[in-house]
């Protein structure tokens, strides 16, 4: 059966969402996360301020949506592993979805270094990646001996770095 193809309006939400983070990013990166404006990244990007909002709320959203994208990614790419497979073979294989995303090493450190090197965007890193485990430990759950503390350690195996491959934390 084929898959659906996605609306064009879809589509073009998406590659402009890519291109404000994109954008934004730049500025970050050069100017520093605190000094750099939404009025900066949107005349930057060719868009208006407006615009700007109909795709994100705020600057922290901006400079944090991406976690949320890849959290969803691991989680797809994590139901679609073999049901007996061990969970944590299964969140390895699944966590190589973000070795996937075409990001340089230049890149990813610049993202390192803005994330840690704010106090509120680190919090808020640290709130997306708690979410990452919702949608993991239901998926993780499946996989364990049954027993009746399977919830928990599903959201503790969820809620743990070290199934992560180097240089995606």
Avoid: C
């Avoid at 928990?152 to 995606?168: E, F, K, T, V």
Wanted: proline share 5%; charged share 30%; no cysteine.
């Amino acid at each position: 059966m084929a898959q659906k193809p996605t609306p064009l309006r879809e589509q073009t939400r998406s590659v402009v969402r890519a291109l404000l983070t994109k954008t934004a990013l730049e500025l970050f990166a050069a100017k520093g996360y605190d000094d750099t404006t939404l009025e900066e990244i949107a005349a930057a990007a060719g868009v208006s301020k407006r615009t700007l909002f109909n795709y994100f709320r705020n600057k922290e959203d901006l400079a944090l949506k991406g976690l949320s994208e890849q959290g969803e990614l691991i989680a797809a790419r994590l139901a679609e592993r073999p049901a007996d497979e061990d969970p944590w073979t299964s969140l390895r294989a699944a966590f190589q979805v973000l070795e996937e995303i075409d990001v340089t090493a230049e890149r990813r450190l610049e993202m390192t270094t803005l994330l840690f090197g704010n106090e509120s965007l680190r919090a808020g890193h640290a709130e997306k990646q708690a979410r990452w485990q919702d949608l993991f430990a239901p998926l993780i759950e499946p996989r364990l001996p049954d027993s009746d503390h399977r919830t928990l350690q599903a959201r503790a195996i969820a809620g743990r770095g070290d199934h992560l491959p180097p240089g995606s934390n």
